[in-house]
């Protein structure tokens, strides 16, 4: 297997570290617009600067759709997930990954001395993977071609 390399703080230089909130006390409706509108499945949940937690479309539709709530009637708090899994810029790719396997989530507030400057997806871990295998791969073949000086 082809080794992975680089950093969360690598990722986040590439994609950007703009990061999309919401507010807790926002209706459930509000977060929903706001995951459609900025195309993204998940927002972290902040007061202040202060995470308290995510909200995931998996979250709207096992406690809110599959219960017949009403999204519009419903907080964010009522629903957010509290146990939020985080991981810190200097943290390899391949720890995101297991955390993401571990606890069976597909996104990764990133913290640095207790503040979000930024948010990793599943995609966005195993873009770099593809990345990072297909150069080593184009390395490879232009060695074996006799690309290299020596």
Known sequence: MIQCTG???????HKGNQVWTIHPDATVFEAIQKLAEKNVGALP?????RLVG????RDYTRKV???GRSSKDTRVREILSERVICIS???SVEDGLRLM???RIRHLP???NDKVVGIVSIGDLVNWVIHQQSQTIRQLETYIAGGYPG
Not at 7 to 13: E, N, S, Y
Not at 54 to 57: A, G, H, Q, Y
């Open 65 to 67: 759709a599959l219960r």
């Open 101 to 103: 396997t571990e606890h």
């Open 45 to 49: 949940v902040m007061e202040g600067d």
């Open 7 to 13: 950093t969360i703080r690598d990722i986040l230089q």
């Open 54 to 57: 995510m909200f995931s479309e």
């Open 89 to 91: 810029p200097q943290h």
């Open 110 to 112: 990133v913290l640095e």
